[in-house]
């Protein structure tokens, strides 16, 4: 009776279970042998503009162990009774030593990781998957996880503009933290993809044929940049030779094509390796969109242009100029001491007369020079695709006051970044047509198709005519005549190329006292060429040279390597002269 009782007990739960719940245990079985797994996409490449890799991705492992585990395996009684048995700590020195031999690097940090208390280590974060290979095959204690490796081919070269990226263990995939790298890490991450298979018991080993269901990873798209790669090697050795050279603190330097505003080259005198940006000394930042300030006599450009598009000025105008003029409470003195002279309008700007800018500014108003300044975009950010680009700053038209117009029409009281200085420049290289620069020419779908960047719209800020005269009149700058007919930037001229430019001096605000100061200066540098149909605009900056030394030798350096660089055809024309001070 008790064995026919057991009997039907067996049978009711048989029909319970293979009847009644045969679905519930069913699917929960499932459940238990299911796995998702990620199937992560291929981040994509950044690129210059001729296709040269700055950034890639590259298949790697990474190679962790289990200290805990190693300890009781070796400390295992069945383990310990074998003669010649090592313990654990002996184990873990073997261990440690075979992958520093392996993989070429210091034991030491790896044993401390492996004698650690803990149950989950990294020894060695991105590996070469056969060099990884090597290591588990010697050592079956060390097991391997996928990665991604972020290769940066130039170096430190343009590593300002493409940033830096690596390995993020929440995400598990390579993340942006710096530079283009940041800013398009949504682009270059592409979508992971996931498969949902059945695993064997007690291990993520994959039963074969049991995918249920799969969605394939989409790769990141390629960043082609407008960068062009060995121009941008030769712009950062020039402008960090001669910042070292005349003592600066810091420079910076932007090239962009004449007609479509890209940019072709931005530069800074600090940079980082972007495979290890937390090194020390190391500038992570890109100052050439981040950092504005006051640009001095280049400003000038904004006066003139204003003045030649109202028609208040001609460049032949003769105008009597003193050493110094009253501008509301303030009185302001040319850079050199002087009594009334004879300047024409391109003297005025060639030989950067802050009274004869004065002068004209007064011609022109307050209100055509403030829309002159909102037509060539300062005090507005450029759009380029650069993370943390400032605006500059232009005091409101409402707040100005009377002292206001005395320091605008000079370059002082208002700031931009090198890249506004380049732009600005720009639209008198283009015929008035000033086009927002960019950085970002296409994007390459990993189907191979090339998606180029929108054009943006450009602005004209001035009429062709005015900008061909201005272009014209800056050559003054850089004419080398006798005395009062001598240009402030004849070292930027190049033989065989007319340059139109403007040098700048611009004092920096003192913060002890709130005031300008005597000693520290901005240095600037702006231009063109050839003068007459422009390729090249370059926009120059350093901070705080001991000795004031200006930024036109600089300019010639890069305008002649750009030069032969870009077969620029040489001009058979002679320099032009004009007579800049009349008697």
């Known amino acids: ?46 690129l210059d503009r001729y296709g040269t890799p700055l950034a890639f991705s590259v298949e790697a492992k990474a190679l962790v162990a289990n200290p805990r585990r190693i300890t009781e395996d070796w400390n295992d009684p069945a383990v310990r009774s074998q003669p010649g048995s090592p313990t654990p ?23 401390a990781s492996l004698t650690s208390d803990r149950s989950y280590v990294v020894l060695a974060p991105l590996v070469d998957p056969g060099a990884a290979r090597q290591v588990r095959e010697a050592f079956p204690e060390i097991a391997e996880e996928d990665r991604e490796s972020r290769q940066y081919p130039a170096g430190d070269v343009a590593a300002t503009v493409v940033g830096s990226a690596a390995w993020n263990m929440d995400r598990q995939k390579i993340r942006g933290s710096i530079g283009l790298e940041s800013a398009l890490d949504t682009t270059l991450a592409g979508q992971d993809g996931f498969r949902v298979v059945d695993t064997a018991e007690g291990s993520d080993a994959v039963i074969p044929g049991t995918t249920r269901a799969e969605q394939p990873a989409q790769a990141g798209r390629d960043i082609v940049l407008t960068l062009d790669t060995d121009l941008q090697y030769a712009v950062e050795q020039r402008l960090r030779e001669y910042t070292a ?61 204003a003045a030649l598009e109202a028609g208040v000025a001609r460049p032949e105008d003769v105008l009597q100029v003193p050493g110094s003029i009253r501008v509301a409470d303030r009185t302001i003195s040319d850079a050199w001491s002087h009594g009334t002279i004879n300047l024409t309008l391109n003297g005025v700007l060639g030989r950067s007369s802050n009274v004869g800018t004065l002068m004209t500014a007064q011609r022109v108003g307050p209100d055509r020079f403030a829309s002159m300044l909102e037509s060539l975009g300062i005090g507005t950010r450029t759009g380029i695709e650069l993370p943390g680009e400032s605006p500059g700053s232009v005091p409101a038209r409402e707040d100005w006051s009377g002292s206001t117009f005395g320091n605008l029409p000079i370059g002082q ?16 290289a283009n015929d008035g047509v000033r086009v927002p620069p960019r950085v970002v020419e296409a994007e390459v779908g990993a189907d191979g198709v090339r998606t180029p960047s929108p054009t943006p719209e450009g602005v004209r ?48 605000v003192d913060p002890g006292c709130g005031c300008y100061s005597q000693s520290n200066y901005w240095i600037t540098f702006a231009g063109m060429f050839p003068a007459q149909d422009p390729r090249y605009v370059v926009a120059l900056m350093l901070d705080r040279p001991p000795g004031g030394d200006s930024a036109a030798p600089l300019f010639h350096d890069i305008g002649a390597y750009l030069a032969q660089h870009g077969a620029v055809p040489v001009s058979t024309a002679p320099p032009r002269q004009v007579p800049l001070t009349l008697p």
Not at 3 to 24: H, I, N, P, S, W
Not at 413 to 427: D, N
């Open 1 to 46: 009776m008790i064995l026919v009782a057991v009997l039907l007990l067996c049978t009711l739960k048989l029909v319970e279970v293979q009847g009644l719940r045969a679905g519930d245990l069913s699917a929960d079985a499932a459940r238990q042998r299911t796995t998702k797994l990620v199937v992560p996409a291929e981040r994509g490449a950044i």
């Open 89 to 111: 700590d002996q184990r873990k020195s073997a261990i440690a030593l075979g992958i520093g031999r392996i993989l070429g690097l210091d034991p030491g940090p790896i044993f």
């Open 245 to 305: 050279r005349v003592g600066a603190r810091n420079g910076s330097a932007v090239v962009l094509d004449a007609r479509t505003g890209q940019v072709l080259s931005m530069a800074n005198s600090g940079s980082f390796n972007p495979a290890s940006p937390g090194a020390p000394g190391a500038q992570l930042s890109n100052p050439s969109v981040t950092s504005p300030f006051e640009p001095g006599s280049v400003n000038k450009l904004v006066t003139m242009a």
């Open 413 to 428: 009281g208002l700031s931009m970044t090198t890249l506004q200085m380049a732009s600005m420049y720009q639209a008198v």
């Open 461 to 508: 800020a001035m009429s062709p005519e005015t900008a061909r005269t201005m272009r014209d009149m800056l050559q003054s700058v850089t004419q080398d005549g006798r005395g009062g007919n001598r240009g402030t930037g004849p070292q930027a001229a190049i033989p065989g190329y007319p340059v139109a430019g403007k040098t700048g001096t611009a004092q920096q």
